[in-house]
T-cell receptor, first 114, second 111 residues
Framework: EAGVAQSPRYKIIEKRQSVAFWCNPI?????LYWYQQILGQGPKLLIQ????????DSQLPKDRFSAERLKGVDSTLKIQPAKLEDSAVYLC????????????FGPGTRLTVL | RKEVEQDPGPFNVPEGATVAFNCTYS??????FFWYRQDCRKEPKLLMS???SGNEDGRFTAQLNRASQYISLLIRDSKLSDSATYLC????????????FGGGTRLMVKP
């Protein structure tokens, strides 16, 4: 079974630039999550989708971050404009059901903002 | 106070040692609990769930104390391959049953 796919794997940008990340969850997984993991910390949930609807985005900095999952499968996360403190690994995860305890994570996108 | 708190370590232990990690959580309404493992520069993966009665999976034992809002993970007979960061994860029971991750405890097993 194919795992969660993410691209790009690495991205380096300058502050105030824009960047987008893409995620393709495991086939059949209705719930998709985006996490931000800063070096030395645990993952922090940014947004959770159930199919193409947002379940929770309370920790998403909406002035600069946006995410969508238009057809209930792939998802994109965008940052515009980026700040230095956005440097982190952005992890996408999926689970078969909402609240399903086993979340399967993709390899992440490592973002460096200079 | 953080919602899920762990000692960041690192814990440096020799092969064959027994090591224990602790985790506390702030929300008494939390419903379910897990340990995830994250290797260096890799994604987190589920290690085991934590049940009220305690549970064991080979060399790994997880315990939950709801009264003290405390979770533990015990690793017996440590192997070099156990070197990783162990993340304590709690379903806070909020809408969406989202998982909240602790900061992780780093374990380094030495020959």
């Amino acid at each position: 079974e194919a795992g969660v796919a993410q691209s790009p794997r690495y991205k380096i940008i300058e502050k105030r630039q824009s960047v987008a990340f893409w995620c393709n969850p495991i086939s059949g997984h209705a719930t998709l999550y985006w996490y931000q993991q800063i070096l030395g910390q645990g993952p922090k949930l940014l947004i959770q989708f159930q199919n193409n609807g947002v379940v929770d985005d309370s920790q998403l900095p909406k002035d600069r971050f946006s995410a969508e999952r238009l057809k209930g499968v792939d998802s994109t996360l965008k940052i515009q404009p980026a700040k230095l403190e956005d440097s982190a690994v952005y992890l996408c995860a999926s689970s078969f059901v909402q609240g399903g305890h086993e979340q399967f994570f993709g390899p992440g996108t490592r973002l460096t903002v200079l | 106070r953080k919602e899920v708190e762990q000692d960041p370590g690192p814990f440096n232990v020799p092969e064959g040692a027994t090591v224990a990690f602790n985790c506390t959580y702030s929300n008494s309404a939390s419903q379910s609990f897990f340990w995830y493992r994250q290797d260096c520069r890799k994604e987190p993966k589920l290690l085991m769930s934590v049940y009220s009665s305690g549970n064991e999976d080979g060399r790994f034992t997880a315990q939950l104390n709801r009264a003290s809002q405390y979770i533990s993970l015990l690793i017996r007979d440590s192997k070099l391959s156990d070197s990783a960061t162990y993340l304590c994860v709690v379903n806070m029971g909020n809408a969406g049953n989202m998982l909240t991750f602790g900061g992780g405890t780093r374990l380094m097993v030495k020959p």
